[in-house]
């Protein structure tokens, strides 16, 4: 069983900086996608950026794209995920979640209940 653990959230000002980590553990193979979501108060939570595995292809969601970075260390098993230049719309709780592949990342991230294995989350505030 994929087991999840973020880390890295906390207040930072709009424009600032903020990377997130993702200590995975569990794999069965290198057959998964690993994504981070993230759930404002009162919204859904939405696929925020999504890794594989197996090739490292990637998915931004359009509203990060340019700002936010995903990468993984296979050999370490810990999944990253830069966030620059955030915004006050940034603010949520951050997710890490995994998946078996059985889709492209591009078809799997937008859909987080296809996502079996979650971590706790961790919590990004954007403030002056």
């Known amino acids: 069983q994929v087991h999840l653990v973020e880390s890295g959230g906390g207040l930072v000002q709009p424009g600032g900086s903020l990377r997130l980590s993702c200590a995975a553990s569990?794999?069965?193979?290198?057959?998964?996608?690993i994504g981070w979501f993230r759930q404002a108060p009162g919204k859904e939570r939405e696929g925020v950026s999504c890794?594989?595995?197996?090739?490292?292809?990637?998915y931004y969601a359009d509203s990060v794209k340019g700002r936010f970075t995903i990468s993984g260390d296979n050999a370490n098993n810990i999944i990253y995920l830069q966030m620059n230049s955030l915004k006050p719309e940034d603010t949520a709780d951050y997710y890490c979640?995994?998946?078996?592949?059985?889709?492209?990342?591009?078809?799997?991230?937008?859909?987080?209940?296809?996502?079996?294995?979650w971590g706790q989350g961790t919590q990004v505030t954007v403030s002056s």
């Open positions: 890794i594989s595995r197996t090739d490292g292809s990637t």
């Open positions: 569990g794999f069965s193979s290198d057959y998964y996608a």
């Open positions: 979640a995994a998946v078996a592949l059985f889709a492209t990342v591009q078809a799997l991230c937008p859909m987080a209940p296809l996502f079996s294995s």
